[in-house]
């Protein structure tokens, strides 16, 4: 609804009596591009009979503006998409349908039954009568171009033959062939065992995870309780054996230092007087 003409594109279509002029209006409205080889003009024909036919029918304007881009939308894929007229008209009854059922977000009823059935009517009588001659006016044109060559334009050269001086003698031959298929050998082994060391690394991963699948939620919290409590236990006995190791090493300096005086010390010391 007003996806190609708005109210006021068709009221000022409609206004006018002469057909030259509404024409004129349809053009202007739906970008119609007259290049002077009568598709233009085949177009206009096409939109202005539909508009024609929508005012024979009393059509709202909601109508009239539905039923002309339902007509574009069916030409357009028609012609670009060189559809064959089966395929077309499939196309062009689901449009109607979706277009005459309220179904929305899917769908929206603006036609009633009666117009649905004059508008299939309409279709059949005009646009599919001629369909072959739309599609021969308004399809896209494709120039293929072929060119031929004559084969007596080629010369023909014979291969490049290395003298027999570089060929080697069958027992050359059948040594590099060995090492060739050694070489085959040794590289299909090792494709064979990396392959199997995927396949067991796959298999054990299999097994653990169906083995910590297999523990029961309960013990795998109660594992981890205990496995903290264990960890926390360490961590007091580990703080313990550290505060005592500092206290025998703060015990053993001051031994030390009371068997030891500085010299510091002794100098402190007063000197003892010898008697007279």
């Known amino acids: 609804m007003w996806k190609d003409l708005s109210e006021a594109q068709l009221i000022k279509i409609l206004e006018p009596k002469e057909t030259l002029e509404v024409r004129?209006?349809?053009?202007?409205?739906?970008?119609?591009?007259?290049?002077?080889?009568?598709i233009g003009e085949i177009l206009i024909d096409l939109y202005y009979n539909a508009i024609a036919f929508a005012q024979e029918q009393k059509f709202t304007m909601e109508k009239i503006s539905t039923l002309v881009s339902i007509v574009k939308a069916v030409h357009t894929q028609s012609t670009v998409g060189r559809l064959a007229m089966d395929k077309s008209w499939e196309k062009t009854k689901q449009i109607l349908l979706t277009h005459s059922v309220q179904r929305p977000p899917f769908s929206v009823s603006v036609f009633s039954l009666a117009d649905l059935q004059a508008i299939t009517h309409y279709l059949l009588h005009t646009y599919f009568r001629h369909y072959k001659m739309y599609q021969y006016a308004c399809m896209p044109t494709f120039v293929l171009n072929i060119a031929t060559l004559e084969l007596s334009n080629f010369v023909q050269t014979s291969p490049i033959v290395p003298p027999l001086q570089e060929f080697m003698n069958q027992e050359e031959y059948d040594?590099?062939?060995?090492?060739?298929?050694?070489?085959?050998?040794?590289?299909e082994a090792k494709q064979l065992e990396e392959k199997r060391l995927a396949a067991?690394?796959?298999?054990?991963?299999?097994?653990?995870?169906?083995?910590?699948?297999?523990?029961?939620?309960?013990?795998?919290?109660?594992?981890?309780?205990?496995?903290?409590?264990?960890?926390?236990?360490?961590?007091?006995?580990?703080?313990?054996?550290?505060?005592?190791?500092?206290?025998?090493?703060?015990?053993?300096?001051?031994?030390?230092?009371?068997?030891?005086?500085?010299?510091?010390?002794?100098?402190?010391?007063?000197?003892?007087?010898?008697?007279?």
């Open 24 to 38: 004129r209006n349809v053009q202007d409205a739906l970008n119609i591009v007259d290049d002077g080889d009568d």
């Open 175 to 187: 040594i590099e062939q060995a090492l060739i298929q050694k070489q085959k050998e040794e590289e």
């Open 200 to 276: 067991e690394a796959a298999r054990q991963h299999e097994i653990e995870l169906a083995y910590l699948a297999a523990v029961p939620d309960e013990i795998t919290v109660k594992v981890l309780a205990a496995l903290q409590k264990h960890l926390g236990q360490m961590r007091i006995e580990l703080e313990d054996q550290i505060h005592l190791t500092e206290e025998k090493v703060i015990q053993k300096l001051s031994t030390w230092d009371e068997s030891h005086p500085s010299k510091m010390d002794e100098q402190q010391q007063p000197s003892k007087m010898k008697p007279a």
